[in-house]
Each structure stands twice: as C-alpha cells, then as structure tokens.
C-alpha cells in the first residue's frame, strides 16, 4: 500500500504566475482534498473532490482550481500569485462510500507538502 | 460558527510525564473529532477519532482523547510522554457546512519533552 505522494517539494514563483501542483492519493482512495498551511496556523480546507467531481470548497478565490483524474491523481492550479499564497499546500486522501454514512469521517492522509513560496 | 481552538501554543512536559494537550471545539450538530501530529517538513498524521461510542478513544502511539460533550472539549492524553513524542499537534472537527470530509483546524500546539 502507497501513501499520499506529493510533487514538487519545494516551489519558487513569482507574483502574478501560475502553478501547478500534483499528488497521487493513497491506493484504494477516491476522494482527495488539498489544503493550505500558512507558517505557524493549522491547515485550511481549500476545496474537496469526490470521483472526480469538486464537492466541496472552502473560502478560497476561484483562481484556486483544481482536477482530480480517473486513477484519483489530483492538481492544485493557482492563477495570478499573490504572495499572501506562500504556504505548505497539503493534499490529503480519504476512502468514501461503501461502509454506510459514517464512511464520511474515515480520517484522511497526508502527503507531505509543497512548499510554494512566492516572490 | 464553528470553530476549534487549542488554548495552548506550547505545552512542556519531561520524559516519563503524563501529557495532555488541549482542544475545545464549537459546532451546531454532532461533533465529528479528530487529532493529526506534525512532524518537521513532513505532513500530517492521523493519530485518533471521535465520531461516536465511548468518550475515551484510543489512537496510535499510545495516545487516547476523552470526549466531554457538556464541557466541549477533546483533550488528547498519554500517560507517559516520549521524546520522540515532540512535533506539532492539531485537532480538527468535520465541517458540517460541507458535504465531504473537509475539516476545520486549530492552530495547532507544540509538544517539547524534555529527558
């Protein structure tokens, strides 16, 4: 069993880029969720996709995209870098469905990070 | 609105000791609870859950968490702390307004055993 892989490890842009940040999710999983890390504050829940379909998002700007592929690989794009988007970017991995309701708080895993600093 | 808040941003334990670390969490329906561990420039772990049951969890680690519902907290616990116990700790609550996993975080608190 593989965990959660996340690519590159460390990033460095300037403002006004775009990026493009990749994970692959932990065998068997079918939902991802990416998240961000500002330095010194807990995670914050970007947004959420479930067999390939975003159900689910958090107080972000729509320059926030994201894909999640058929063998439940994930993107994380940001358009137009601000450098208030410095941060650790957490993908995580989860398995929903098939064990009644309560499959939607199974824990998720964690990759360990991009770091994405922006200049 | 719902909310996590871990009061303490360092807790400073020696070797042997009991540990605790603290989490109160405000939500609107049923708490679904969980604790992550951060070691540096690595992601996070799953160390335990309360989704319903028994107030007491057990986790990995040695770790457990005790529910209080009247007094809204989920403390997480270990009767005698590591060294190796040292990192960052976050606990979390499922965000009810969404209708996935997604989870709203503390903003985390930094264990340091001392031998």
């Known amino acids: 069993e593989t965990g959660v892989t996340q690519s590159p490890t460390h990033l460095i842009k300037t403002r006004g880029q775009q990026v493009t940040l990749r994970c692959s999710s932990q065998s068997g999983h079918n939902t991802v969720s990416w998240y961000q890390q500002a330095l010194g504050q807990g995670p914050q829940f970007i947004f959420q996709?479930?067999?390939?379909?975003?159900?689910g998002r958090g107080n972000f700007p729509p320059r926030f995209s994201g894909l999640q592929f058929p063998n439940y690989s994930s993107e994380l794009n940001v358009n137009a870098l601000e450098l208030d988007d410095s941060a650790l970017y957490l993908c995580a991995s989860s398995l929903v469905g098939g064990q009644g309701a309560l499959s939607f708080y199974n824990e998720q895993f964690f990759g360990p990070g991009t770091r994405l600093t922006v200049l | 609105a719902q909310s996590v808040a871990q009061p303490e941003d360092q807790v400073n334990v020696a070797e042997g000791n009991p540990l605790t670390v603290k989490c109160t969490y405000s939500v609107s329906g049923n708490p679904y609870l969980f604790w992550y561990v951060q070691y540096p420039n690595r992601g996070l772990q799953f160390l335990l859950k309360y989704i319903t049951g028994d107030n007491l969890v057990k986790g990995s680690y040695g770790f457990e968490a005790e529910f209080n519902k009247s007094q809204t907290s989920f403390h997480l616990k270990k009767p005698s702390a590591l060294v190796s116990d040292s990192a960052l700790y976050f606990c979390?609550?499922?965000?009810?307004?969404?209708?996935?996993?997604?989870?709203?975080f503390g903003k985390g608190t930094t264990l340091s055993v001392s031998s």
């Open positions: 979390a609550v499922r965000d009810e307004n969404q209708a996935g996993t997604a989870l709203i």
């Open positions: 996709y479930y067999r390939e379909e975003e159900n």
